[in-house]
């Protein structure tokens, strides 16, 4: 998005602190719904005093674009698809937009003809025991931002008004969400399925999100009743899921 009105639209549209951005700064932020729910997440690059790239899922992009587009009004914005090429680096003191969706020091490379070193399976089994929720996975419209954790990752809770943030600080600052993301070690060789019903004393308690196999176990993000106890031992079918961290 390039132009005058840039970063005033950005900062009423999305849940972060966009105007608290110095060029080639980055932060995380959530477009949303009135009532909360996730339209896309992205990270927000400042290029310029009027230049941001709003890097989100490639199926997200034109969705994106759409919504910014019909809210526009006369900001005086440009909003235009641009395609990149993502490579992660991991390790300190490398130069790039800081990524810190494994759980290690990382940064995101655009357009450079790097050399993978890791497959997706490695970065999947990383994303899933750092409790990084994906879009499409722990991310959908079912979700509020503070059931994935996305509040500590993507909102401000004190800048101004936004679509969405009512519920948000609400939720905050009145209540708890009423179940929360966590990490399980399953035990069996099989992932489960997607949505497989955790059980507890008897009660359908939550729900399995994304699994993958780990230093020879089973690793997997799932949404959990705020009410079970944190160190519980879960069933799912035939296999025991128990805390990871």
Excluded: W
Aim: contains cysteine; charged residues 30%.
């Amino acid at each position: 998005m390039v132009g005058p009105d840039a970063e005033d639209y950005l900062q009423r549209m999305l849940s972060n602190d966009v105007e608290a951005l110095a060029p080639g700064d980055s932060c995380q932020a959530l477009l949303l719904t009135p009532k909360a729910r996730v339209i896309a997440p992205m990270r927000v690059v400042r290029r310029g005093p009027e230049d941001f790239l709003l890097l989100t899922e490639p199926e997200l992009g034109e969705t994106l674009r759409e919504q910014l587009l019909r809210m526009r009004f006369a900001a005086k914005a440009e909003i235009a698809l641009e395609e990149h090429t993502s490579t992660l680096v991991f390790g300190g003191g490398n130069e790039g937009i800081p990524n810190d969706d494994y759980g290690e020091p990382a940064v995101e490379v655009l357009d450079a003809e790097l050399e993978p070193t890791l497959g997706e399976e490695e970065l999947e089994r990383l994303r899933i025991r750092a409790g990084t929720p994906r879009y499409g996975r722990e991310i959908d419209d079912r979700i509020l931002p503070a059931e994935a954790g996305l509040v500590e990752r993507a909102v401000s809770l004190t800048k101004g008004c936004y679509p969405g943030q009512e519920p948000i600080a609400r939720l905050h600052y009145r209540g708890h969400a009423n179940r929360g993301l966590r990490v399980l070690a399953i035990d069996g060789d099989e992932p489960p399925g997607a949505d497989a019903e955790l059980v507890y004393e008897g009660k359908a308690v939550g729900r399995v999100t994304s699994a993958a196999r780990a230093d020879g176990a089973m690793v997997a993000l799932a949404y959990v009743r705020a009410e079970v106890p944190a160190d519980a031992e879960l069933d799912v079918g035939r296999s025991k899921a128990r805390p990871l961290h």
